[in-house]
Structures are given as structure tokens and as C-alpha cells.
């Protein structure tokens, strides 16, 4: 899918996620009024045993919210020769901060729009991007267009890559959920194979002509989903 984001904290929160890098700015009042607290924790999560990057699941979900990336995709039989699949993407449990940017690939998204926007004072599409200002408790934003996810690999073959995904602060990487909706019908589409595997905090459910995942975790996680056609032409 060669979704790519990252997200920036401390001076910047870096989150990632799908094909968006989503950016959420802190000002230096914000920062400033956080380092000088006597609240030992970023708004991301524990500094303590921080994880440098490595890929470690959960195996339980964390007892506050975190941040919940969720995406919806549907592979039509014309995406099967574009490469070109719809999306809804849905961000839930959002932190607060005076600014926020989703950036998408240039080149791999179109006709993006926003079609929810919940305790956000603006929101807009910029380009390849979603700009957003003062993002308060209890946010939520919706987004679709086409993302161009499916690769042809010739002979019958197709990959979908997602990621990274990831919640940074500073050196460490935080606890987020990521799930995700694959719809394949009528496609002629059959899955392969998912990696990673299916494990405690990274639960998969496989259908005829669809798959879902959802993740708890810490660090970069990188999905890969291959597929092949039922019958080759």
C-alpha cells in the first residue's frame, strides 16, 4: 500500500499511520507548560522502559485511550489494473494541539475530502494534505479519496504494504491501536498470506472476499497482505 507517515512530538508529536504522516505542532507555551509540570509523562504516554522503535504488541490493551487509526479500504476489479482503491480513514482519541498535519504521498492520493470533523475548530484539505487547528478533547476526524495501495506483481500477484505506523516522542515510541477493513468481493482476489502473524495483540479475522486486523502496540509496525487471482487469465 505503501502507506508512509510518521508523527513528531516535542516540538513536534510524530504519528503515523496508514498513508498519511500526520504532524501534530506544539507551540512553545504548549511544550514549555509541560516541561515545567510536575507531570513526568509526555501526553503520549510513560517515559519509562521506553521503546527505541523495536515492534513489541500488547498483551493487553493500555488502560487510558490512545490514539485509534482506522482505516476502511475496498478493492474494486478496476483497481486490479490502476493500482487506484477508496478509502475512509478515521482518527479517534486524538491529543490536544493548537495545530495538526496529515500529509499523504504525493502522486498516491486523490480526491481527498473531509467528511467528519468532531471538537476541531477548522479543518481543510491542502493539496496532499488535511490541515487542522486547535484539536480538542474528544477529537475525531474522518477522511476518504483513492489511494493508489495495490501493487500488480504479474503473473496473478498483488501486494498491499501498510506502514509504519508508529506514535513518537522524542527518542521513544508510545502505545497506539491501528485497525484496519479490507474488502476485496468481486475481485477474484484471494489472500495469500499476512504478515505479520496473527498473535495476542495483533488479531486478524479472514473472510472469503475480505480481512480485518487490529493491532495494540509499541514501536513501527509494518503490515503486508499478498494476494492472488482465482483464476489467471
Known sequence: MNFYGKILLAGLLLLTGGSPAMGQQLS???LERWFESDDPHPPAGSTENVNEGNLVFLQQPPDKPVHHHHNKLVISALSLSTGWVWLQQCH?????FSRVQI???????????ITRADNISESWVEDNSVQLRDV???ARLCVSGWTQAL??????RFTMHNGPFMRKFLDGYYPMRVSMD???????LRLVSVSP???TGFDV????EGISFNAWFEGRLNTELMFRLAVVN
Open 197 to 199: 502473524q496473527q498473535q
Open 136 to 138: 480538542r478533547a474528544g
Open 151 to 156: 501493487e500488480n506483481r504479474e503473473n496473478g
Open 92 to 96: 479517534a482519541n486524538m491529543d490536544e
Open 205 to 208: 479475522d479472514q473472510r472469503s
Open 182 to 188: 479490507i474488502d476485496y468481493s468481486g475481485t477474484g
Open 28 to 30: 512553545q507555551e504548549e
Open 103 to 113: 500529509l499523504f504521498k504525493k502522486g498516491r492520493i486523490r480526491d481527498l475530502a
